[in-house]
């Protein structure tokens, strides 16, 4: 199978900073998603990398290594609607465009 | 307003009883998408189709059908072989254009089989 890790817990304060890492496979990669899931509800997009880097969007970055089969998901400036599950998915090659999902991240932000 | 609607929110069913969850999305996407969630696990995919008249299974279809008559519309049957239906039910859709393989979810159907 196509194993994707992550964290299953975090814990962190208001105003802080959060790093949530995933890792995969890296034969046949093709892009990386994140997705942020609140309790009981639909996930929603938060980045794509495709490339190595760091891309930015407002309080969250996501980082791409496609050598070392590794991601970040960077959250600033915490606030209390942060806590919420933080998903990474992998999308593989010769996989009709599917996506393979981690098992989650569940961040919870303290006062 | 664009999206993608399931209905119903939560659904009861007794064990047994085949039911039908809906989606339906007005995004003029081509590919959909069913995944099923379980506390503390990823998604895990059930079917997809990627065009009209057509699907394919995905990693745990045993006891779903499904059908894509519409472009709009991917229904998913749950049937009385599936043996632990009760779960969270998510459908996306994507496009098959310039937005890439960005899945767009819909708000999910909660099914408790009793």
């Known amino acids: ?111 | 307003d664009g999206g993608i609607t399931q209905s119903p929110k939560y659904l009861f069913r007794k064990e047994g009883q085949n039911v039908t969850l809906s989606c339906e999305q007005n995004l003029n996407h081509d590919a959909m998408y069913w995944y099923r969630q379980d506390p503390g696990q990823g998604l895990r995919l059930i079917y997809y189709s990627q065009i009209v008249n057509d699907f394919q299974k995905g990693d745990i279809a045993e006891g779903y059908s499904v059908s894509r008559e519409k472009k709009e519309s991917f229904p998913l049957t749950v049937t009385s072989a599936q043996k632990n239906p009760t779960a969270f039910y998510l459908c996306a859709s994507k496009t098959s254009g310039g937005d890439g393989d960005t899945q767009y979810f819909g708000p999910g159907t909660r099914l408790t089989v009793l």
């Open chain 1, 1 to 111: 199978g196509q194993n994707i890790d992550q964290p299953t817990e975090m814990t962190a304060t208001e105003g802080a900073i959060v790093q949530i890492n995933c890792t995969y496979q890296t034969s046949g990669f093709n892009g990386l998603f994140w997705y942020q899931q609140h309790a009981g509800e639909a996930p929603t997009f938060l980045s794509y990398n495709v490339l190595d880097g760091l891309e930015e969007k407002g309080r969250f970055s996501s980082f791409l290594s496609r050598s070392k089969g590794y991601s970040y998901l960077l959250l600033k400036e915490l606030q209390m609607k942060d806590s919420a599950s933080y998903l990474c998915a992998v999308l593989f090659s010769g996989s009709a465009r599917q996506l393979t999902f981690g098992s989650g991240t569940q961040l919870t932000v303290l006062p």
